[in-house]
């Protein structure tokens, strides 16, 4: 598996603790995203790292001559956040007037269910019952699309769309949203948001201008890790502080969830670099019953703890592909079959770089297991 190497963090001590982790998964869902939704940027200038990239869109918006974008990059690396700024940027008070997200992972990979939950589709559904949708997903986002792209804002020279996970389309749709580009290029502009541009067919990545995101620095991380700190006083040890950067590797996030997780089990006393692994040991449990799962032949509950360690925990695929190599380690199988499940891992591991679905990737590699 690919490591990251961290100059001065070493490696967390690994104390598992059922009290504390029963704690953190009571809690998980009251505090999810609130501080990295309250600490998230809110223009460009705040934008942290990925200079190039945030003087590119600033340039653009200033210009006022915005061409679609293709953003590229790992997940949690900033696009989102970018795109959401350059909209407050280009539009002021309005923005959410003329920015429509779409999350195509969701729309595609959970199709009506995701659907019917979201407001803004209902009308075009005419129901809230799954079941009683005849009409095709693909032709749900054609329809959906076709109209808002089609819609002149009343208020600005053209509308932004921005597609997140926009590898997540299928072939039929990526073809449909080229032609909706050309059709619709005077009311509207496209963001494509990706983590794997070479899942997007050529014609799409043509018309838009690529623009590459990528982690911050551990340094950058730290500066902000330890403002957030400040500004919700907590005493954080600079050992917590080492542990929670070298448990992120980069990713302003999953630092600034881990932080608010441990601000919980703190109380106002200092938080320690314990407290930081003890935190993050909730995922340990999830991937240990994904692996005894597979060991056991158990498909349907593996395929159940990977939908809730990706929709519900956030966890990429290779972070998963991590976890069941460490977990596998420490199995007790036998030698031989602890290296033949790492080449299988490690497989996985090249196979997620170009696919669209690490769902999809997850699931055929625990299907070999037994």
């Known amino acids: 598996m690919r490591e990251r190497k961290t100059e001065g963090k070493k490696k967390p001590r ?29 223009t460009l200038k ?12 600033s340039e653009l918006a200033q210009s006022g001559i ?3 974008l293709v953003l590229y990059g790992p997940e949690n690396s900033g696009k989102t956040t970018a795109s959401l700024a350059l909209a407050r940027q280009l539009y002021g008070n309005t923005w959410k007037n003329n920015f429509l997200y779409f999350n195509a992972s969701d729309f595609f990979d959970q199709g009506k269910r995701y659907l019917v939950r979201d407001k803004r589709f209902v009308r075009f559904l005419g129901t809230d019952d799954p079941k009683k949708i005849y009409k095709s997903v ?24 921005y597609i997140d996970n926009a590898e997540s389309l299928n072939l039929d749709a990526q073809h449909a949203l080229r032609r909706i580009m050309e059709k619709y290029n005077a009311t509207c502009r496209f963001i494509l948001s990706t983590t794997k541009p070479s899942k997007l067919i050529a014609p799409l990545r043509s018309r838009g ?10 340094s950058v991380l730290k500066d902000h890790l330890e403002k957030i700190s400040c500004s919700e006083k907590l005493q954080l ?10 448990s992120a590797k980069g990713n302003i996030a999953k630092a600034v969830q881990t932080l608010q997780l441990v601000s919980l089990l703190a109380h106002g006393l200092v938080i320690t670099e314990e407290m930081v692994y003890e935190a993050t040991l909730g995922k340990d449990e999830s ?14 509950g593996g395929r159940k703890l990977i ?3 990706i929709v519900e925990k956030g966890l990429s695929g290779v972070e998963i592909l991590e976890g069941l190599s460490e977990a596998l380690a420490d199995s007790g199988e036998a030698d031989v079959d602890v290296a033949r499940l790492v080449v299988k891992i490690s497989k996985t591991d090249a196979d997620l770089k170009d696919a669209a679905n690490d769902r999809i990737q997850l699931e055929k590699l625990i299907s070999t297991f037994s």
């Not at 104390?15 to 809690?27: V, Y």
């Not at 032709?139 to 002149?152: D, P």
């Not at 692996?291 to 056991?296: D, R, T």
Request: glycine fraction near 4%; aromatic fraction near 10%; proline fraction near 3%.
């Open 237 to 246: 040890s600079e050992d917590a502080l080492d542990a929670i950067l070298y």
């Open 307 to 309: 939908d809730e360690m």
């Open 66 to 68: 915005l061409p679609h």
């Open 46 to 57: 705040e934008i942290l790292g990925n200079e190039h990239a945030v003087a590119t869109l």
């Open 138 to 161: 693909i032709n749900i986002f054609k329809e959906i699309v076709n109209e808002y792209a089609g819609m002149a804002s009343i208020d600005a020279d053209y509308k932004l769309i």
């Open 209 to 218: 201008l690529q623009i590459f995101f990528t982690y911050v620095s551990d």
């Open 287 to 300: 991937v240990d019953n994904l692996l005894s799962a597979a060991l056991n032949g158990d498909f349907p």
């Open 14 to 42: 690994e104390r598992k603790n059922p009290e504390i982790n029963s704690k953190i998964k009571n809690k998980v869902e009251y505090m999810q995203d609130l501080w990295t939704l309250k600490y998230r940027a809110g």
